[in-house]
């Protein structure tokens, strides 16, 4: 069992900056790829970002690709995301997910609770 708590979620202005964090507690975190996902009220949960187990590979949704930047921590159990140039479309709840690498929530087995984050125009 792997237990996710997410945090840095607030409420910015357009053009500001977060960054989200994750801790990971329970199985070895540092084997599993970790992946970011939000949903924006009345739409379906969409994939952010992720980061392979090792750290060197990472994806993006086009929608934040030269905005945000996943990045990882194993010897914290920690998971990043660094969110640059926020826009008022950015605003969702905030998911971390620990599984297989890739941008499907099927190859996710475990989800936080997520984060809210509210960007004002």
């Known amino acids: 069992q792997v237990q996710l708590v997410e945090s840095g979620g607030d409420l910015v202005q357009a053009g500001g900056s977060l960054r989200l964090s994750c801790a990971a507690s329970g199985r070895t975190f540092s084997t599993y790829a970790m992946g970011w996902f939000r949903q924006a009220p009345g739409k379906a949960r969409e994939f952010v970002a992720a980061?392979?187990?090792?750290?060197?590979?990472?994806i993006y949704a086009a929608s934040v690709q030269g905005r945000f930047t996943i990045s990882r921590e194993n010897a914290k159990n920690t998971v990043y995301l660094q969110m640059n140039s926020l826009k008022p479309e950015d605003t969702a709840v905030y998911y971390c997910a620990v599984g297989r690498y890739g941008s499907s929530e099927s190859k996710y087995d475990y989800w936080g609770q997520g984060t809210q984050v509210t960007i004002s125009s």
């Open positions: 980061i392979s187990w090792r750290g060197d590979s990472t």
